[in-house]
Nanobody, 120 residues
Framework: QGQLVESGGGLVQPGGSLTLTCTAS????????VLWHRQVPGRIRESVAS???????DYTDSVRGRFTISRDNSKNTMYLQMNDLKPEDAAVYSC??????????????WGQGAQVTVSS
């Protein structure tokens, strides 16, 4: 059974930077689309960034130009580099890997979540 393990959350001052790391085990992420989502208590989960297996990335407007999603398939790892962080970026961030099986079944795995706090 595949697993995603996140690291890198924490407290950062406004304007600061933080990198989240998500390492996969038990499966090869190279054929998966990888995504980062965030959620604030009481609000719906928001998709922040996505990166297809072929390397096409996309971002929600509020983070475009500040966040960068990337992957290192040789390390079976995905990253979210967050720059110029704002208080409104504070949330629990979760990594997600998705693909379709050979039979067309959707496969989706999630990390455990990492708290990002932006405060002076």
């Amino acid at each position: 059974q595949g697993q995603l393990v996140e690291s890198g959350g924490g407290l950062v001052q406004p304007g600061g930077s933080l990198t989240l790391t998500c390492t996969a085990s038990g499966f090869d992420i190279s054929s998966y689309a990888v995504l980062w989502h965030r959620q604030v208590p009481g609000r719906i989960r928001e998709s922040v960034a996505s990166l297809t297996a072929s390397g096409v990335s996309d971002y929600t407007d509020s983070v475009r130009g500040r966040f960068t999603i990337s992957r290192d398939n040789s390390k079976n790892t995905m990253y979210l580099q967050m720059n110029d962080l704002k208080p409104e970026d504070a949330a629990v961030y979760s990594c997600n890997a998705k693909t379709l099986s050979d039979s067309g079944q959707k496969i989706s795995l999630w990390g455990q979540g990492a708290q990002v706090t932006v405060s002076s």
